[in-house]
């Protein structure tokens, strides 16, 4: 039985090739794009899943600051984890992970690297999280304060084939690290990316060496917590617990609230559950979900339409015997059949796409088939979408009634024209969707570029300068005589995204509990000249020594604080203390997706440790060429690594960017499904009315009569769909662009650009059937009847 | 073998019905071979449809093999059909899609035979109908009177009592059109298959026992041979 239904399915599929080719294509189409994006979605929500305790461990962020400045600060002070085992029973361990920036280059024998991915971690780390130790002791992973745990890669590139323990890394040429373990690559889906791991006693002995005892230490802000909790505990009563510890060793934190949150939701989640992540997933989620639909709905329109034609087949088959449910099995195998080929087809095409995807979305993913995740999602997608496309057309198909359809009684209405109406005017709302959704990305984007930073990042590359920081004013001078090289200026960190942020802040006025986070960044003299910034009032540092007591604020700061006349008032952030000198127009430090914050400037010259070179642009080559020269001469063999401040920018928005392109190629794949499932009904419909386009022909209808007449259904479609899918995509990118702080406005030409886009690919899609069919001899169609 | 009494079937236009078949009453013994004529429109083809309980009446009573059809649901009807009818047709409706072979095998996938049951009984159909060497061509391949052949075999494969065709020789020329005639007689004769057939044509409607002939849905005569 069910070989005849194959043979049969099969016969059906070559016989009828146009419709075939048609469904196959828009069917490999939208199998492979949507199982693609499911991967990555799959991806986005296997983030730290695979530690074994995943349900467990959570990392431990808190609510700081007051008023405005109020935010979640995702690393904690140093001892609440350690007092929380301590004193906690709920709590089965802790794991402390600390930034390494205290060295800045690695080397073994004569290899050098530099290296930003190094971490403090206590050594709870190798047992609380399930990242394998391939040699050395998951238990025991530190023999002493000077031992490291690198990575497999890691240690490849250290040290060859040669075994890597016991081998000692020197950093910074002072001091010595034992490799006292290895462990395995950190996963792609890790939150957690390291290549290095020294033990926090390490960290807490050197911070000691400096008079910082951290073990007591409330007041810095800079480990990430984890802790592995017993399961069932009440986090809002650890929380409680946690705050009552705080509060007991520094009672002036009133306003610190602890938050926990999980690790398995810390990729895509912010620890108060607000986005970081996770609407980008669900947005890719649905429009994966939107194109399999579209081509779904190809399928079962094409199916139900011709269904007509194969009237008298099934009548035929139900005089001599076929009962309903073996009709309705026939045709399931059809579509089954025709879905497992468009499969094999999609796997295929996935196969070539894969690498072409990671690179636009900046993922690695990897078309594994030994991996049942992978199969998961392509079974789960193949099946869903053969159930949604086959079950209507075999019942529709299956229930006619014989006679009538033998007698040709069945007329054009059957299967319902409206139904088949209404899957078009869908198809085509997705696809408008998508298609405005592109244009507001683009917008957008392109808003972001052209919109005045409020300072000049042309032509302008820097980096750390190291050893050579210290001959300063030399190197200076020496570049300025360099070709290619118009200017040169230093500060503590990059302008295009300032991170040190201090909230010990205080002012002439402060009210009492009032507390305000600022950007901090210490500039040379000569910098916002270099920039072509602007002051608003005051001015800027001049390089004298009492320069030192002075400090600029932006425009942000005074009007948060409330400061008036700020000039010659006393402000203090972090240690740096001085009396305001100048108010700098604001200018935009951070990605356009947040405000422009508070942010105060400082001279300190012995901070000064980046350098900015603007280049004339042609000639910037020599001018990098220059700066490595004298770099290499004060630094010996350490990489220099340079970044134009372009590139950094539009690292900035390199998510954005990803999510645009995609989105464009989503849209471009959806309206192409769309119209090639509009093609067949075209084709169909001609077929369908050949007799009635030859009566008025030989009326003397012309061919563009006819062509008009055959595409205005189809048009008067997509038009509905216009108007349908214009306030859910409105409301929709509003949205959107409300996560941006700088954002355009969504206009009405952006919904006339997507319409017209949309009705002139459906009108050349349908005109070709239609012209067609309007130059068709009529004798001839008038005497097949 | 089957009995229509007060059988009619009419549609309703406005106010008025518009009757096919009016009032007919039809007794048909086993192994009778009956021919119905009449003027188009005359309710030939309906009557036959009702027979076949492909068309339902709207009133009447409809009696086949001891069940009483008009009581029955679709099913059981259908299964009754499946059991003991077989169809011709004048355009002979085969599936383009299968061969000759498949098309006569069909009825007896649907009526679940086994593989090795099915490959026996179409090849014996093949050899009797002398098919053999056209059992892998599509109907396309075949001329008119091949085609109705296959289409009687595939009617006869499944062993019905009651052969129904509807202008089974209409499509065909005169010399293919003897043949099915001579064809139909053998079966009703030497294999005891009832027949009725519906036929324009006073030549081939002799073959049969008995004549109906139809006029405006009712019966006009009915003359014994």
Not at chain 1, 336 to 349: D, I, K, M
Not at chain 1, 578 to 599: L, N
Request: proline fraction near 3%; charged fraction near 20%.
């Amino acid at each position: 039985m069910i070989r005849n239904y194959i043979k049969t399915a099969w016969r059906n599929l070559i016989k009828n090739k146009f419709y075939s080719i048609i469904n196959i294509v828009g069917l490999t189409a939208g199998l492979a794009i949507g199982i693609l994006i499911l991967f990555w979605v799959q991806d986005e929500f296997s983030f730290d899943g695979f530690h074994k305790d995943a349900k467990n461990i959570y990392r431990l962020e808190l609510w700081g600051g007051t008023g405005a400045s109020r935010q979640i600060w995702q690393a904690t002070v140093y001892p609440i984890g350690v007092l929380a085992k301590q004193q906690l029973p709920e709590v089965e361990d802790v794991v402390r992970i600390g930034y390494n920036g205290d060295f800045a280059s690695y080397r073994y024998h004569d290899k050098i690297f530099a290296n930003d991915r190094v971490a403090y971690a206590d050594p709870s780390f190798f047992s609380v999280f399930s990242f394998p130790i391939i040699s050395g002791n998951a238990n025991k992973p530190f023999n002493d304060d000077n031992s490291v745990v690198i990575t497999k890669s890691t240690a490849q590139k250290y040290f060859g084939n040669d075994n890597p323990i016991g081998k000692v890394i020197i950093a910074d040429n002072k001091q010595n690290f034992t490799v006292s373990g290895v462990v395995a690559d950190f996963p792609e889906n890790s939150s957690m990316q390291y290549d290095m791991i020294m033990p926090m006693s390490f960290n807490i002995k050197h911070m000691l060496a400096q008079k910082i005892d951290l073990s007591d230490n409330f007041d810095e802000y800079d480990c990430f917590t984890y802790l592995k909790l017993k399961p069932g505990t009440s986090l809002k009563a650890l929380s409680a617990k946690l705050f009552n510890i705080h509060i007991k060793h520094h009672s002036a934190d009133t306003d610190v609230a602890y938050l926990l949150l999980p690790l398995t939701k810390m990729h895509l989640y912010n620890a108060d559950l607000t986005d970081r992540g996770i609407t980008t997933v669900r947005v890719f989620l649905i429009v994966a979900i939107l194109i399999l639909i579209i081509a779904c709905i190809n399928y079962v329109n094409l199916s139900t339409a011709r269904s007509m034609l194969r009237s008298k087949e099934i009548s035929m088959r139900k005089i001599i015997g076929a009962a309903k449910s073996q009709l309705f099995m026939q045709f399931i195998v059809e579509t089954a059949l025709l879905f497992l080929l468009s499969a094999v087809f999609a796997l295929v095409l996935i196969h070539f796409l894969m690498p072409v995807f990671n690179q636009l979305s900046g993922k690695q993913l990897i078309f594994d088939i030994t991996d049942y995740h992978v199969w998961m999602v392509i079974v789960l997608t193949i099946s869903g979408t053969l159930l949604a496309s086959s079950i209507y057309p075999a019942i529709l198909l299956s229930s006619f009634e014989p006679l009538k359809a033998l007698k040709g009684k069945i007329s054009s209405n059957i299967g319902d024209v409206m139904f088949r109406k209404i899957l078009v005017v869908t198809q085509f709302v997705f696809s408008i969707m998508l298609i405005v959704g592109t244009i507001v990305i683009t917008s957008q984007l392109s808003y972001i570029r052209s919109r005045q930073l409020g300072y000049d990042k042309s032509h302008t590359f820097s980096f750390p300068m190291r050893d050579m920081g210290n001959h300063y004013d030399a190197v200076r001078a020496e570049l300025l005589k360099q070709p290619g090289v118009l200017d040169v200026t230093r500060s503590n960190q990059n302008i295009i995204q300032m991170n040190g942020i201090s909230g010990e802040t205080d002012w002439d006025g402060k009210a009492p509990g009032q507390t305000f986070i600022v950007h901090l960044m210490t500039i040379d003299k000569d910098f916002l000249s270099f920039f072509k910034m602007k002051m608003a009032a005051g001015k800027g540092f001049t390089g004298a020594v009492n320069d030192t007591s002075h400090l600029i604020l932006n425009e942000a700061a005074v009007n948060q604080i409330g400061l008036k006349d700020p000039i010659g008032k006393r402000f203090q952030a972090w240690h740096i203390k001085g009396t305001i000198i100048g108010v700098m127009k604001d200018f935009h430090f951070a990605s356009m997706r947040e405000k422009i914050s508070p942010a105060v400037f400082y001279y300190y010259p012995s901070y000064l440790g980046n350098m900015y070179i603007r280049t004339t642009g042609r000639d910037a080559p020599k001018a990098i060429q220059a700066a490595q020269t004298l770099f290499k001469q004060y630094n010996g063999e350490f990489p220099f690594s340079y970044t134009f401040l372009d590139e950094k920018f539009n690292d900035l928005y390199k998510g954005e960017q990803q999510e645009g392109t995609l989105f464009n190629y989503f849209a471009t794949i959806a309206i192409g499904i769309s119209c090639l499932g509009l093609l067949g009904l075209a084709a169909y419909t001609a077929q369908v009315r050949t007799r009635e386009i030859g009566i008025r022909k030989v009326l003397g209808a012309g061919v563009s009569n006819v062509t008009i007449m055959l595409s205005y259904d189809f048009v008067k479609l997509v038009l509905i769909a216009i108007i349908i899918a214009t306030p859910i995509a409105w409301y929709a990118m509003s949205k959107w662009l409300q996560d941006f702080a700088y954002r355009i406005n969504i206009e009405w030409w952006m919904f006339l650009v997507a319409g017209l886009l949309a009705i002139v690919i459906a009108f050349i899609t349908i005109s070709f059937q239609a012209i067609k069919a309007a130059i068709a001899n009529p004798i001839k169609s008038l005497r097949s009847e | 073998m089957l009995s229509l009494q007060h059988i009619s079937k009419f549609y309703q236009v406005g106010g008025t019905r518009n009757f096919v078949i009016n009032d007919i009453s039809l007794e048909v013994e086993a192994g009778e071979f009956i021919s119905i004529m009449g003027p188009s429109g005359s309710g030939k083809s309906t009557l036959l449809n009702i027979i076949g309980m492909l068309d339902e009446p709207s009133s009447g009573y409809h009696y086949f093999a001891g069940e009483t059809v008009h009581q029955l649901k679709d099913k059981q009807r259908s299964a009754l059909y499946k059991k003991y009818i077989g169809f011709v047709f004048q355009a002979y409706h085969l599936i383009d899609e299968l061969t000759v072979y498949e098309n006569i095998e069909t009825p007896l996938i649907y009526q679940d035979f086994k593989s090795t049951e099915r490959k026996a009984m179409v090849a014996d159909m093949l050899d009797r109908f002398q098919i053999v060497g056209k059992k892998d061509l599509f109907p396309a391949q075949l001329s008119g009177g091949q085609q109705q052949l296959v289409g009687i075999a595939r009617a006869l494969i499944a062993g019905p009592k009651l052969l129904l065709a509807d202008e089974p020789t209409g499509n065909l020329n005169s010399k293919q059109g003897e043949e099915i005639m001579q064809l139909f007689k053998k079966l009703n004769k030497e294999d005891g298959v009832t027949i009725i057939q519906v036929t324009h044509s006073e030549k081939n409607a002799e073959y049969g026992s008995r004549i109906i002939n139809l006029l405006d849905g009712r019966i006009e005569s009915s003359k014994q041979l």
